[in-house]
């Protein structure tokens, strides 16, 4: 059997983009409608659910927890509910993939459950940290082992869970949702106190599911034993996904892009705001509210970017961002500079050395430290990369961000390993050469 797979880019230099595009749905969003419709009383229906690879891994684990989940278009899922008490042990370890998301949420819906519960992923998954969810897990009353901190991660079901205060260590947005899913099924008050503001879909969506939780300053608080009622969840387009076309409006020498219906929840765009400090040109209008999360229209025009120190209140806010960050930080002029975002070292790769790694070999001046980087910016007028081969290790962040690098590229970037952008963005290429990148797609033949 022959096995095909899009494994492979080469972009060529382009100089103009143009064009008004919609991202696809939200990740982090699509994630939460599914488990939190899976436990609800009733059917909930999802409008703009992102159908890739992350996303998909949560739908079959759920399919597999005794969930019927109807997919009617791609974008389109109908979840029926089995209620808070509902859900049936797998008779197989469950496969998150490459989703850290899944996998840590996952940890604590299964942590209360009256069953066992396996959780396995791919090889960059299997070497992530999971103790950061077991520990607070723990604390609680569930069992939970974990093979040196990593997965495999092995859940002995504790239906007898009690609430905690818990302050976490780092700003985590997973960790955070682990605990309140645990807590929904436990007993008395939880609540988790935040090191800085992270993402808050969960909070937002479990309010749309009727449930009563709480933010009092840095103190999410929730009661367990709340049911969740089904309800319809618009899922906003993916500002991450967004972000390579806000770089790429701003670094390219002509042009414009408009992008339709992006969800501008304030605990995601912390790169809209690094790149206004920046000096890009980037307007917002049509401010809407689609269920639980605002959108907007956002336009992006190039401009002459002007390096900065990428203020610490804004690195939580920006995580996913970081390696197009630095793609618009090369262009810019003057010196940039990102302190504080070590937890770029344990996501889908190590962020900070795939991305110094790819800037040396595209001869971008930086220096990498242990939480961070400081680039240079541009040393003149012409290109700022280099002709050169980047392998982004599996990280589809990792290849986006060097294919918006080829608008100030002096020859070809060759991408390799970039299967994985459908785990969160299937279809950026071809969007992207709509909006002018000339990005060639090849496939290496594998025999099986
Ligand atoms: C996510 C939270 C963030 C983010 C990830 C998605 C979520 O991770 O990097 O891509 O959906 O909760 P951390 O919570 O580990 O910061």
């Known amino acids: 059997m022959t096995a095909r797979s899009a494994d492979r880019w080469i972009v060529s230099p382009g100089q103009t983009v143009r064009g008004c595009v919609r991202v696809p749905g939200d990740k982090s969003v699509s994630h939460r409608a599914l488990m939190f419709g899976g436990i609800a009383d009733g059917v909930t229906t999802v409008e703009g659910f992102l159908e890739s ?3 998909l891994a949560t739908l079959k684990a759920l399919r597999a927890l005794g969930v019927t989940i109807e997919q009617p278009a791609t974008s ?3 979840i029926h509910g089995v209620g808070i008490d509902g859900l049936k042990g797998a008779a ?27 959780l396995v992923g791919d090889q960059s998954l299997m070497r992530r940290p999971m103790e950061r969810a077991a520990a607070p897990l723990r604390l609680m009353g569930a069992r939970i082992d974990t093979r040196d901190g990593k997965p495999p991660v092995v859940i002995r079901g504790t239906p007898n869970l009690h609430g905690i205060q818990f302050a976490m260590p780092m700003a985590s947005a997973q960790v955070k949702s682990a605990v309140i899913l645990a807590a929904l099924r436990g007993s008395g008050v939880t609540q988790v106190v935040e090191p800085a503001p992270t993402r808050d879909h969960t909070e937002r969506m479990l309010e749309c599911f009727g449930v009563d939780i709480q933010r009092e300053g840095s103190t999410i608080s929730m009661r367990g034993g709340q049911r969740l009622r089904a309800t319809h969840v618009d899922v906003p ?7 390579f076309f806000l770089v790429a409006g701003s670094i390219a020498e002509g042009g414009a892009i408009e992008l339709q219906g992006v969800g501008m929840n304030p605990t995601r765009t912390g790169l809209l705001d690094i790149l206004r400090l920046m000096g890009a040109d980037i307007t917002v209008s049509n401010l809407a509210t689609r269920g639980p999360e605002p959108t907007a229209d956002v336009r992006v025009r190039p401009s002459k970017l002007r390096g900065i120190e990428v203020p610490l209140e804004l690195v939580p806010l920006a995580i996913d961002e970081f390696p197009v960050f630095f793609i618009a930080a090369a262009c810019a002029e003057g010196a940039s500079v990102l302190r504080g975002a070590e937890e770029l070292r344990v996501k889908e790769s190590d962020r900070l050395a795939t991305m110094s790694a790819g800037l ?15 680039l240079e910016g541009r040393s003149g007028p012409g290109p700022v990369f280099k002709a050169g081969r980047i392998d982004s290790h599996g990280d589809h962040r990792i290849a986006m961000s060097f294919a918006v690098a080829s608008l100030q590229a002096a020859g070809d970037i060759e991408i390799i390993d970039t299967t994985n952008v459908a785990t969160s963005f299937p279809g950026f290429a071809a969007l992207a ?12 033949e594998t025999g099986i």
């Open 53 to 55: 690879e992350d996303c």
């Open 433 to 444: 050469r709509e909006c002018g990148l000339a990005i060639s797609e090849f496939q290496t």
């Open 360 to 374: 040396s070999a595209l001869g971008v001046p930086h220096r990498l430290m242990p939480d961070g980087m400081h």
């Open 237 to 243: 387009g993916d500002f991450s996904s967004a972000a």
């Open 76 to 78: 389109r899922v109908r």
């Open 92 to 118: 197989q370890p469950l496969d998150m993939g490459n989703a850290g998301t899944a996998m840590r949420l996952f940890m604590g819906l299964l942590a209360s459950q009256n069953f066992d519960s396996i």
